[in-house]
Nanobody, 129 residues
Framework: QVKLVESGGGSGQAGGSLRLSCAASGFSVHNNCMAWLRQAPGKEREEVEGVAGIHTGAVWTGYAASVKGRFTISADTAKNTIYLQMDKLSPDDTALYYC???????????????????RGQGTQVTVSS
Protein backbone atom coordinates (compact mmCIF):
# COMPACT_ATOMS: atom_id res chain seq x y z
CA GLN A 1 0.00 0.00 0.00
CA VAL A 2 1.39 3.36 -1.03
CA LYS A 3 1.48 6.03 1.61
CA LEU A 4 2.78 9.60 1.31
CA VAL A 5 2.95 11.56 4.56
CA GLU A 6 3.70 15.27 4.49
CA SER A 7 5.03 17.28 7.41
CA GLY A 8 6.65 20.64 8.10
CA GLY A 9 3.81 22.97 7.26
CA GLY A 10 2.79 25.83 9.49
CA SER A 11 2.80 29.59 9.63
CA GLY A 12 5.50 31.85 8.31
CA GLN A 13 6.20 35.48 7.62
CA ALA A 14 6.61 37.00 4.19
CA GLY A 15 10.25 36.77 3.25
CA GLY A 16 10.83 33.83 5.56
CA SER A 17 11.41 30.13 4.96
CA LEU A 18 9.73 26.79 5.60
CA ARG A 19 10.76 23.25 4.75
CA LEU A 20 8.28 20.51 3.90
CA SER A 21 9.00 16.78 4.02
CA CYS A 22 7.21 13.86 2.42
CA ALA A 23 7.96 10.36 3.67
CA ALA A 24 6.97 7.62 1.23
CA SER A 25 6.20 3.99 1.98
CA GLY A 26 5.20 1.27 -0.46
CA PHE A 27 6.68 3.40 -3.26
CA SER A 28 10.26 4.33 -4.08
CA VAL A 29 11.06 8.02 -4.54
CA HIS A 30 14.07 6.94 -6.59
CA ASN A 31 13.62 6.68 -10.35
CA ASN A 32 9.97 7.78 -10.24
CA CYS A 33 8.33 11.13 -10.81
CA MET A 34 7.70 12.87 -7.50
CA ALA A 35 6.18 16.31 -7.06
CA TRP A 36 4.76 18.91 -4.75
CA LEU A 37 1.32 20.29 -5.57
CA ARG A 38 -0.67 23.02 -3.84
CA GLN A 39 -4.28 24.08 -3.51
CA ALA A 40 -4.79 27.74 -2.67
CA PRO A 41 -7.68 28.87 -0.41
CA GLY A 42 -10.99 29.09 -2.24
CA LYS A 43 -9.72 27.00 -5.15
CA GLU A 44 -11.40 23.78 -6.16
CA ARG A 45 -9.54 20.46 -6.06
CA GLU A 46 -9.38 20.60 -9.86
CA GLU A 47 -7.43 23.86 -9.60
CA VAL A 48 -4.52 22.31 -7.77
CA GLU A 49 -1.20 23.70 -9.06
CA GLY A 50 1.95 21.72 -9.75
CA VAL A 51 4.74 23.50 -7.86
CA ALA A 52 7.89 21.40 -8.25
CA GLY A 53 8.91 17.98 -9.57
CA ILE A 54 11.91 15.69 -9.26
CA HIS A 55 13.18 12.50 -10.86
CA THR A 56 16.34 11.27 -9.16
CA GLY A 57 17.16 8.71 -11.86
CA ALA A 58 17.09 11.34 -14.59
CA VAL A 59 18.81 13.89 -12.30
CA TRP A 60 16.02 16.32 -13.11
CA THR A 61 14.10 18.96 -11.19
CA GLY A 62 11.46 21.36 -12.49
CA TYR A 63 9.48 24.28 -11.10
CA ALA A 64 6.40 26.34 -11.77
CA ALA A 65 7.22 29.89 -12.83
CA SER A 66 5.60 31.23 -9.67
CA VAL A 67 8.18 29.54 -7.41
CA LYS A 68 11.28 29.25 -9.57
CA GLY A 69 14.30 30.73 -7.83
CA ARG A 70 12.58 30.61 -4.43
CA PHE A 71 11.69 26.93 -3.87
CA THR A 72 14.01 23.93 -4.07
CA ILE A 73 12.90 20.32 -4.33
CA SER A 74 15.24 17.54 -3.26
CA ALA A 75 15.21 13.87 -2.33
CA ASP A 76 16.96 11.59 0.14
CA THR A 77 16.63 8.14 -1.41
CA ALA A 78 18.10 6.45 1.69
CA LYS A 79 15.22 7.85 3.74
CA ASN A 80 12.75 7.50 0.84
CA THR A 81 11.74 11.10 1.45
CA ILE A 82 11.42 14.23 -0.65
CA TYR A 83 11.63 17.81 0.56
CA LEU A 84 10.52 21.27 -0.50
CA GLN A 85 12.65 24.14 0.77
CA MET A 86 10.59 27.30 0.48
CA ASP A 87 12.46 30.62 0.74
CA LYS A 88 11.38 34.22 0.21
CA LEU A 89 7.83 33.24 1.11
CA SER A 90 4.94 35.37 -0.09
CA PRO A 91 1.32 35.46 1.13
CA ASP A 92 0.48 34.06 -2.34
CA ASP A 93 2.23 30.84 -1.26
CA THR A 94 -0.52 30.20 1.30
CA ALA A 95 -2.02 26.84 0.36
CA LEU A 96 -2.47 23.20 1.26
CA TYR A 97 0.65 21.46 -0.05
CA TYR A 98 0.48 17.88 -1.29
CA CYS A 99 3.16 15.37 -2.08
CA UNK A 100 2.43 13.36 -5.24
CA UNK A 101 3.91 10.36 -7.02
CA UNK A 102 3.63 8.94 -10.52
CA UNK A 103 4.83 5.46 -11.38
CA UNK A 104 6.12 4.49 -14.83
CA UNK A 105 6.69 8.08 -15.94
CA UNK A 106 8.32 7.89 -19.34
CA UNK A 107 9.46 11.50 -19.27
CA UNK A 108 10.85 13.36 -16.27
CA UNK A 109 8.70 16.49 -16.11
CA UNK A 110 6.15 18.28 -13.96
CA UNK A 111 2.86 16.58 -14.84
CA UNK A 112 -0.62 17.95 -14.47
CA UNK A 113 -1.89 17.22 -10.94
CA UNK A 114 -4.50 14.70 -12.10
CA UNK A 115 -1.79 12.65 -13.82
CA UNK A 116 -0.14 11.63 -10.57
CA UNK A 117 -1.13 8.20 -9.26
CA UNK A 118 -0.79 8.91 -5.55
CA ARG A 119 -1.22 11.96 -3.32
CA GLY A 120 -0.77 12.54 0.40
CA GLN A 121 -3.23 14.20 2.74
CA GLY A 122 -1.48 17.54 2.57
CA THR A 123 0.12 19.99 4.97
CA GLN A 124 -1.08 23.57 5.41
CA VAL A 125 1.23 26.51 4.79
CA THR A 126 0.06 29.97 5.80
CA VAL A 127 2.18 33.03 5.06
CA SER A 128 1.34 36.38 6.61
CA SER A 129 2.49 39.76 5.34
Amino acid sequence: QVKLVESGGGSGQAGGSLRLSCAASGFSVHNNCMAWLRQAPGKEREEVEGVAGIHTGAVWTGYAASVKGRFTISADTAKNTIYLQMDKLSPDDTALYYCAAKSRCAVARLYKPFEYDYRGQGTQVTVSS
